[in-house]
């Protein structure tokens, strides 16, 4: 065993070797985003020098297809291309120049090229917005493509444009056949529709959707001429590379997909221009209706449709409101970009960059769903489910490993997207249908077709997934104020905290989905515990004393327990599993939700321990990151390094994972999308463009302000806000004061309630001081966490779209509604620290006049909103009311007896 005063030598000198391998790799990943925005609109372009000179591709591994996309600019008679090979003829010589590629930038929401083709400057922007307070613009498979220009010599140029997207975008089987149409041209806009002749219904092949339909579109604005023109590939091409036009001519030959190509063009005639007046925009979508094949049970099934379409009667209309909504999507996405950047810069500039590459990627997994509409065309919007693909693994639906990878986004972002996710899987394992006591792995093996089976029930997965769904149920109520998911699931909860009260601690013949580790996982164990203690608080929230304390004293047996047995012989680290070797050890990721949730389960001498474990495990060195485990060989996982990054309380050392995981992001040698799996020399194992990504926001996540859960047990005091749970879940409310003299009225309403809270000050202050020389450090409290509330907003027309209260969820609270009606966006975001960062994108202007009923509100920065004393006394105030509450309820906990025996 090395020395402990060695141990901080040779991590720094491993650090140090680390940071100097690779140094000749570019700092881009692998493969840039362009159209991402559901499982089946998902287009990315290998990320090189000349990226521009590359087929755009699907996302699925190993093949990787092409979703033909063109792109190319006409400067003074001479063809350029941005996008797509420089070659007409297949396996022919180039006879189009290559723009020259300046730059590169990629946003949460957009990625950025920065181009020059002759004398023309030319910036090419892919936004796949990302709308977190709007069911209905999240749920619109569109992305759009903007083109501007202006001169780089100062002369004006002769400026044409030309963009196409061929058949491929409809099937993995290039044999299949295909039709095609065009939109009336008598609208504002026009599209080209492409779709199968036989379309199979929530099929894939190679990944992509056998049952939709593209749409490329563009809007057609006074004074600039557009024309189009279907035909086979090198036909179109030629026709624009030669006379900088089109003829508006359909080729009506309908054919396969290979190898005469089809494809389907737009051009644009700028003139003679020194500088584009407004962005030309073209817009990508693929629609499948219906989305979801949802079986809830045996003799019980539905098909769900895209949310959008219950603001839409017709796709041209969703259509045109697309691409109308453009200059408002772009101030949106800058907003949001802008607060996710800002933010995570204050890590580090590489730690932004990481963000940045996950966001799409996980948005891009979701599909968010109504069941179809009523015979008389009514949706019903209160029933919201989201469906998420293990995209790049196995496609499976809702698998849960995922969405708990991706949690801390969620809750980052907008976190009654955890509700909604998590929907369906209470649903349909409804106790009195579901024979299994644990939680399952997914709700189907296939997407898009949600399906209990027997392969979605796993023992060996049974510690694994309940202590999951445990942990993402409380987190949500914990960051949301909304307590209903609980309340309309607990007897289901409780079960499956029953199955871990029996098997977490030595788990019987378990498997993990991260590791498929074997037997006495330690760190499987401990987010049992963690998920038994996370039950305890449910079942306090919901006035279920004796739950409460059995669950609590449970969690805090097996903690100890769980201390004792982890811990190597001669007490350095923390091993891999019980009654290994002492130099096994393991990446101690599964001691993120006790900080995430602050349960503060863990003693000091556990997490010095924790911290020398992942000190052993930087030697030796790894290029892009460290193993799961001593006994995983050379396997990485991105997602769990993230976790234990946001564990540690070392900075140096959260520091370090974090610049570990954006190597592996920015390792462009790698065949794959950020894969959270892989091995360590950088080839991917599995999980391109895979939502687990979402777990790179887990240091941010612990920086938002958590909600307290409203209980009456076991004692009852004046809070600030809380989780308020009713019979009728449209009837949620936050319970959150707006004014200070409110909440002093409500604390200290008598002097009795003064003597009160002064006294629990004092114990709790003694109490605190004990826990900081025990030295609490690893797991932080709530109070050592800045105090982030959520920006309010209003539902459009004030109106709250609830869940189905028989659906096992509920509707957002008032700080978290949703809006779903076009031509309003709701403004959510979470309340940020003003840390200063780098500005990528520019800022936006705070709305000065009234905004018109169609116009949406954009969301602003913390910097918009102002500095007001009061309210950063309400602030404290709220704090200090939520320490003194657990302080209170600790008192009770330490007179408490012990419960009733457990097995």
């Given at each position: 065993?090395?020395?402990?005063?060695?141990?901080?030598?040779?991590?720094?000198?491993?650090?140090?070797?680390?940071?100097?391998?690779?140094?000749?790799?570019?700092?881009?990943?692998?493969?840039?985003?362009?159209?991402?925005?559901?499982?089946?609109?998902?287009?990315?372009?290998?990320?090189?020098?000349?990226?521009?000179?590359?087929?755009?591709?699907?996302?699925?591994?190993?093949?990787?297809?092409?979703?033909?996309?063109?792109?190319?600019?006409?400067?003074?008679?001479?063809?350029?291309?941005?996008?797509?090979?420089?070659?007409?003829?297949?396996?022919?010589?180039?006879?189009?120049?290559?723009?020259?590629?300046?730059?590169?930038?990629?946003?949460?929401?957009?990625?950025?090229?920065?181009?020059?083709?002759?004398?023309?400057?030319?910036?090419?922007?892919?936004?796949?917005?990302?709308?977190?307070?709007?069911?209905?613009?999240?749920?619109?498979?569109?992305?759009?493509?903007?083109?501007?220009?202006?001169?780089?010599?100062?002369?004006?140029?002769?400026?044409?444009?030309?963009?196409?997207?061929?058949?491929?975008?409809?099937?993995?089987?290039?044999?299949?056949?295909?039709?095609?149409?065009?939109?009336?041209?008598?609208?504002?806009?026009?599209?080209?529709?492409?779709?199968?002749?036989?379309?199979?219904?929530?099929?894939?092949?190679?990944?992509?959707?056998?049952?939709?339909?593209?749409?490329?579109?563009?809007?057609?604005?006074?004074?600039?001429?557009?024309?189009?023109?279907?035909?086979?590939?090198?036909?179109?091409?030629?026709?624009?590379?030669?006379?900088?036009?089109?003829?508006?001519?359909?080729?009506?030959?309908?054919?396969?997909?290979?190898?005469?190509?089809?494809?389907?063009?737009?051009?644009?005639?700028?003139?003679?221009?020194?500088?584009?007046?407004?962005?030309?925009?073209?817009?990508?979508?693929?629609?499948?209706?219906?989305?979801?094949?949802?079986?809830?049970?045996?003799?019980?099934?539905?098909?769900?449709?895209?949310?959008?379409?219950?603001?839409?009667?017709?796709?041209?209309?969703?259509?045109?409101?697309?691409?109308?909504?453009?200059?408002?999507?772009?101030?949106?996405?800058?907003?949001?970009?802008?607060?996710?950047?800002?933010?995570?810069?204050?890590?580090?500039?590489?730690?932004?960059?990481?963000?940045?590459?996950?966001?799409?990627?996980?948005?891009?997994?979701?599909?968010?769903?109504?069941?179809?509409?009523?015979?008389?065309?009514?949706?019903?919007?209160?029933?919201?489910?989201?469906?998420?693909?293990?995209?790049?693994?196995?496609?499976?639906?809702?698998?849960?490993?995922?969405?708990?990878?991706?949690?801390?986004?969620?809750?980052?972002?907008?976190?009654?997207?955890?509700?909604?996710?998590?929907?369906?899987?209470?649903?349909?394992?409804?106790?009195?249908?579901?024979?299994?006591?644990?939680?399952?792995?997914?709700?189907?093996?296939?997407?898009?077709?949600?399906?209990?089976?027997?392969?979605?029930?796993?023992?060996?997965?049974?510690?694994?997934?309940?202590?999951?769904?445990?942990?993402?149920?409380?987190?949500?109520?914990?960051?949301?104020?909304?307590?209903?998911?609980?309340?309309?699931?607990?007897?289901?909860?409780?079960?499956?905290?029953?199955?871990?009260?029996?098997?977490?601690?030595?788990?019987?013949?378990?498997?993990?989905?991260?590791?498929?580790?074997?037997?006495?996982?330690?760190?499987?164990?401990?987010?049992?515990?963690?998920?038994?203690?996370?039950?305890?608080?449910?079942?306090?929230?919901?006035?279920?004393?004796?739950?409460?304390?059995?669950?609590?004293?449970?969690?805090?047996?097996?903690?100890?327990?769980?201390?004792?047995?982890?811990?190597?012989?001669?007490?350095?680290?923390?091993?891999?599993?019980?009654?290994?070797?002492?130099?096994?050890?393991?990446?101690?990721?599964?001691?993120?939700?006790?900080?995430?949730?602050?349960?503060?389960?863990?003693?000091?001498?556990?997490?010095?321990?924790?911290?020398?474990?992942?000190?052993?495990?930087?030697?030796?060195?790894?290029?892009?990151?460290?193993?799961?485990?001593?006994?995983?060989?050379?396997?990485?996982?991105?997602?769990?390094?993230?976790?234990?990054?946001?564990?540690?309380?070392?900075?140096?050392?959260?520091?370090?994972?974090?610049?570990?995981?954006?190597?592996?992001?920015?390792?462009?040698?790698?065949?794959?999308?950020?894969?959270?799996?892989?091995?360590?020399?950088?080839?991917?194992?599995?999980?391109?463009?895979?939502?687990?990504?979402?777990?790179?926001?887990?240091?941010?996540?612990?920086?938002?302000?958590?909600?307290?859960?409203?209980?009456?047990?076991?004692?009852?005091?004046?809070?600030?806000?809380?989780?308020?749970?009713?019979?009728?879940?449209?009837?949620?409310?936050?319970?959150?004061?707006?004014?200070?003299?409110?909440?002093?009225?409500?604390?200290?309403?008598?002097?009795?309630?003064?003597?009160?809270?002064?006294?629990?000050?004092?114990?709790?202050?003694?109490?605190?001081?004990?826990?900081?020389?025990?030295?609490?450090?690893?797991?932080?409290?709530?109070?050592?966490?800045?105090?982030?509330?959520?920006?309010?907003?209003?539902?459009?027309?004030?109106?709250?779209?609830?869940?189905?209260?028989?659906?096992?969820?509920?509707?957002?609270?008032?700080?978290?509604?949703?809006?779903?009606?076009?031509?309003?966006?709701?403004?959510?975001?979470?309340?940020?620290?003003?840390?200063?960062?780098?500005?990528?994108?520019?800022?936006?202007a705070p709305p000065s006049g009234t905004r018109g009923p169609t116009e949406p509100d954009p969301i602003y920065p913390p910097a918009y909103i102002g500095e007001d004393p009061r309210e950063q006394e309400l602030n404290g105030l709220r704090v200090e009311m939520q320490e003194l509450r657990r302080a209170m309820e600790a008192m009770y906990v330490d007179q408490m007896e012990a419960p009733p025996s457990y097995s």
């Amino acid at each position: 065993m090395l020395s402990s005063r060695l141990l901080p030598l040779i991590v720094l000198l491993c650090i140090n070797a680390a940071q100097s391998q690779n140094t000749a790799s570019q700092s881009w990943p692998a493969y840039f985003p362009l159209a991402v925005r559901s499982p089946y609109l998902s287009s990315w372009v290998i990320a090189t020098q000349n990226s521009s000179d590359n087929w755009p591709i699907f996302y699925q591994p190993p093949q990787f297809q092409s979703t033909g996309w063109v792109g190319h600019i006409r400067v003074d008679n001479i063809t350029y291309t941005w996008m797509g090979t420089t070659s007409n003829i297949s396996n022919g010589p180039p006879i189009l120049r290559q723009v020259e590629s300046l730059s590169t930038v990629i946003t949460p929401t957009r990625t950025i090229q920065h181009l020059q083709a002759g004398g023309m400057d030319i910036t090419v922007t892919y936004l796949s917005p990302i709308e977190p307070s709007d069911w209905s613009k999240q749920s619109m498979p569109f992305s759009y493509m903007a083109v501007n220009a202006s001169s780089s010599d100062g002369q004006a140029h002769e400026v044409q444009l030309y963009s196409d997207i061929s058949a491929e975008w409809v099937s993995g089987d290039r044999d299949a056949i295909v039709n095609w149409t065009l939109s009336a041209t008598n609208q504002p806009y026009l599209y080209h529709k492409i779709q199968l002749v036989n379309p199979e219904p929530f099929q894939e092949n190679t990944g992509q959707a056998s049952d939709g339909v593209a749409y490329y579109a563009m809007a057609l604005e006074q004074g600039v001429k557009v024309t189009y023109q279907s035909c086979q590939d090198v036909i179109c091409r030629a026709q624009f590379t030669d006379y900088g036009y089109l003829n508006d001519t359909q080729n009506i030959a309908f054919r396969a997909i290979s190898p005469d190509f089809p494809v389907f063009a737009f051009a644009v005639d700028l003139g003679n221009i020194k500088a584009t007046n407004s962005p030309v925009v073209w817009s990508v979508g693929y629609v499948r209706n219906p989305s979801i094949n949802y079986e809830i049970s045996q003799y019980t099934s539905e098909y769900r449709s895209l949310f959008f379409w219950s603001d839409y009667q017709t796709i041209d209309e969703a259509i045109y409101g697309f691409l109308t909504d453009y200059e408002d999507a772009l101030s949106r996405a800058i907003a949001i970009d802008n607060r996710i950047q800002q933010a995570a810069a204050s890590y580090s500039s590489e730690y932004s960059s990481v963000v940045s590459f996950a966001v799409r990627q996980v948005f891009g997994a979701l599909d968010i769903t109504l069941p179809q509409p009523s015979s008389d065309g009514t949706w019903d919007t209160s029933d919201v489910k989201i469906f998420m693909k293990n995209l790049g693994i196995d496609g499976r639906v809702n698998p849960v490993e995922g969405i708990y990878a991706a949690l801390p986004m969620f809750l980052y972002i907008n976190a009654s997207y955890v509700e909604y996710l998590l929907a369906p899987l209470f649903e349909m394992q409804n106790p009195s249908t579901y024979p299994y006591y644990y939680a399952a792995r997914d709700i189907g093996t296939a997407y898009p077709n949600a399906s209990l089976t027997s392969a979605s029930a796993d023992s060996q997965e049974g510690v694994e997934q309940t202590g999951n769904m445990l942990i993402m149920t409380y987190a949500h109520a914990l960051y949301t104020g909304n307590g209903n998911l609980i309340s309309a699931n607990y007897d289901l909860l409780k079960r499956w905290a029953e199955y871990l009260v029996n098997h977490t601690l030595y788990p019987s013949n378990p498997a993990s989905m991260t590791t498929k580790s074997s037997s006495n996982s330690t760190n499987l164990a401990v987010k049992g515990i963690i998920a038994l203690n996370a039950m305890s608080r449910m079942s306090a929230a919901m006035h279920q004393g004796n739950d409460y304390e059995r669950y609590a004293q449970v969690s805090s047996n097996l903690i100890e327990q769980w201390q004792s047995a982890a811990m190597a012989s001669d007490h350095s680290h923390l091993v891999a599993d019980y009654g290994n070797s002492s130099e096994s050890w393991a990446l101690m990721y599964n001691l993120y939700p006790d900080r995430l949730l602050s349960t503060s389960l863990l003693n000091q001498s556990v997490c010095d321990r924790a911290k020398s474990t992942h000190d052993l495990t930087l030697i030796p060195c790894y290029d892009y990151g460290i193993p799961i485990s001593s006994g995983a060989g050379l396997v990485g996982n991105s997602a769990w390094l993230s976790f234990t990054a946001a564990t540690v309380e070392n900075t140096t050392l959260r520091d370090q994972f974090l610049s570990m995981v954006w190597k592996h992001a920015t390792s462009n040698v790698t065949g794959a999308i950020f894969p959270p799996v892989y091995y360590l020399n950088g080839t991917p194992i599995s999980g391109s463009a895979n939502p687990a990504q979402g777990a790179v926001f887990a240091p941010l996540a612990l920086r938002l302000s958590r909600i307290a859960l409203a209980s009456t047990f076991p004692l009852s005091l004046p809070q600030s806000s809380s989780i308020t749970v009713t019979s009728d879940p449209s009837t949620t409310t936050s319970k959150a004061k707006s004014s200070l003299g409110a909440i002093i009225g409500g604390v200290v309403g008598g002097a009795a309630a003064v003597l009160i809270i002064a006294s629990a000050a004092v114990i709790y202050r003694q109490r605190y001081g004990k826990r900081r020389q025990r030295g609490l450090g690893l797991i932080a409290d709530a109070s050592d966490m800045p105090s982030l509330e959520p920006i309010p907003y209003i539902a459009a027309n004030n109106e709250s779209y609830s869940s189905n209260p028989t659906a096992s969820s509920s509707a957002p609270t008032s700080q978290e509604h949703i809006s779903s009606h076009k031509g309003s966006q709701a403004t959510y975001m979470r309340n940020l620290d003003n840390q200063s960062g780098p500005s990528y994108t520019g800022s936006i202007a705070p709305p000065s006049g009234t905004r018109g009923p169609t116009e949406p509100d954009p969301i602003y920065p913390p910097a918009y909103i102002g500095e007001d004393p009061r309210e950063q006394e309400l602030n404290g105030l709220r704090v200090e009311m939520q320490e003194l509450r657990r302080a209170m309820e600790a008192m009770y906990v330490d007179q408490m007896e012990a419960p009733p025996s457990y097995s």
